[in-house]
């Protein structure tokens, strides 16, 4: 039976004041207890790259959650390696940059 799930997308102004929101955003729709500090990390990570516009995703199925920041232009690697990201790594099972490099994923619950 193939799993279930939802996504949710939502474009977030690149602005510091934004971070609150996606921390509501994501504790809205998500019910991990990490979910809403990840989203915020992923967040502030591609907003120092100086988007504009940030996409964030929330991803569901089954026991997993993938949270995803975006933004118009690849990151520098060393948006992947701050402290920010040492926070991101300790609390999810999986991370790592989009394919196009624009952006950071996070990925939640998967079993071992």
Partial sequence: ????????????????????????????????????????????????????????????AGNRIRITAEGADPLPVSYSHGPGWTLINGLAHLTGITTDECGLWAQLGIQR
């Fill in 1 to 60: 039976m193939p799993e279930s799930g939802h996504t949710w997308r939502k474009p977030f102004k690149g602005e510091p004041i934004e971070a609150a929101h996606v921390r509501l955003w994501t504790a809205g729709r998500v019910k991990h207890p990490d979910a809403p500090l990840i989203a915020h990390e992923l967040y502030v990570a591609v907003l120092k790259a100086g988007a504009p516009v940030i996409e964030m995703t929330l991803s569901t």
